[in-house]
């Protein structure tokens, strides 16, 4: 004497299985307490009497695989709890076909994998970009500095264009590619490589100090690279 499925109640388009407050057995079989039940004529049911019992839960969560599963079943539900205090029920997770959630799962794979190729490939472009950039840096040294070791010039360059590092040549002033961040960029990279600038600072010698007595020494290798001869 089971109840026809369309007393079933549903919620928009699909059917409705409830996770009961209370402890409750299934007036067809017998079956309890039920962690999940329908409602037929008013009357709980267990999963397997609503014909229901061969769906797997999916808890809610993600999006992309909830739809896909439920697009993917023949049959689903939405398993809903009834909230006391909003006086409401609340949408708990959904009830699909395995096969259709297996299906969704691999789809959400293969999208997730879309993405990492993807970001592979930003990377990669960003990557050319900041080499294109390194170059033209390197090249503005050279215009600035003629004397100046192409390859002490693509040093610098590169230490200045690092991504994400905020040195001079990530900068705004930088980017452009101003005869003022360049010239900043080399004065920085002399100061540590051409001068005892990091060993005063080792020394504990503050670093105004430590920039006055290497600014000479700063000037002369600039002078050295040819500032201001070309
Ligand atoms: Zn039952």
């Given at each position: 004497?089971?109840?026809?499925?369309?007393?079933?109640?549903?919620?928009?388009?699909?059917?409705?299985?409830?996770?009961?407050?209370?402890?409750?057995?299934?007036?067809?079989?017998?079956?309890?307490?039920?962690?999940?039940?329908?409602?037929?004529?008013?009357?709980?049911?267990?999963?397997?009497?609503?014909?229901?019992?061969?769906?797997?839960?999916?808890?809610?969560?993600?999006?992309?695989?909830?739809?896909?599963?439920?697009?993917?079943?023949?049959?689903?539900?939405?398993?809903?709890?009834?909230?006391?205090?909003?006086?409401?029920?609340?949408?708990?997770?959904?009830?699909?076909?395995?096969?259709?959630?297996?299906?969704?799962?691999?789809?959400?794979?293969?999208?997730?994998?879309?993405?990492?190729?993807?970001?592979?490939?930003?990377?990669?472009?960003?990557?050319?970009?900041?080499?294109?950039?390194?170059?033209?840096?390197?090249?503005?040294?050279?215009?600035?500095?003629?004397?100046?070791?192409?390859?002490?010039?693509?040093?610098?360059?590169?230490?200045?264009?690092?991504?994400?590092?905020?040195?001079?040549?990530?900068?705004?002033?930088?980017?452009?590619?101003?005869?003022?961040?360049?010239?900043?960029?080399?004065?920085?990279?002399?100061?540590?490589?051409?001068?005892e600038y990091?060993a005063l600072l080792m020394r504990g010698i503050p670093r105004g100090e430590a920039r006055r007595r290497i600014?000479?020494?700063?000037?002369?290798?600039?002078?050295?690279?040819?500032?201001?001869?070309?």
């Amino acid at each position: 004497m089971a109840l026809p499925r369309s007393t079933t109640p549903a919620v928009g388009t699909g059917l409705v299985v409830f996770q009961p407050l209370k402890r409750k057995r299934c007036a067809e079989c017998g079956a309890g307490p039920l962690s999940l039940l329908t409602l037929e004529g008013g009357g709980p049911r267990c999963l397997d009497c609503a014909d229901l019992g061969h769906l797997v839960y999916l808890p809610r969560g993600d999006t992309a695989l909830t739809r896909r599963s439920r697009e993917g079943s023949a049959l689903s539900a939405v398993v809903v709890r009834f909230n006391r205090r909003k006086s409401r029920y609340e949408r708990q997770g959904v009830l699909v076909e395995e096969a259709a959630l297996a299906l969704a799962e691999q789809r959400c794979l293969a999208d997730a994998e879309a993405r990492a190729r993807r970001r592979a490939r930003d990377a990669v472009r960003r990557a050319a970009r900041d080499e294109r950039f390194a170059a033209a840096f390197a090249e503005e040294i050279l215009r600035l500095f003629p004397r100046c070791p192409p390859e002490r010039a693509g040093r610098i360059a590169a230490h200045a264009s690092v991504r994400g590092s905020g040195r001079v040549g990530r900068s705004a002033a930088g980017q452009a590619l101003t005869p003022r961040a360049v010239t900043a960029a080399v004065i920085a990279a002399v100061r540590h490589t051409e001068t005892e600038y990091d060993a005063l600072l080792m020394r504990g010698i503050p670093r105004g100090e430590a920039r006055r007595r290497i600014a000479r020494g700063v000037e002369e290798t600039l002078r050295a690279w040819g500032r201001g001869t070309s």
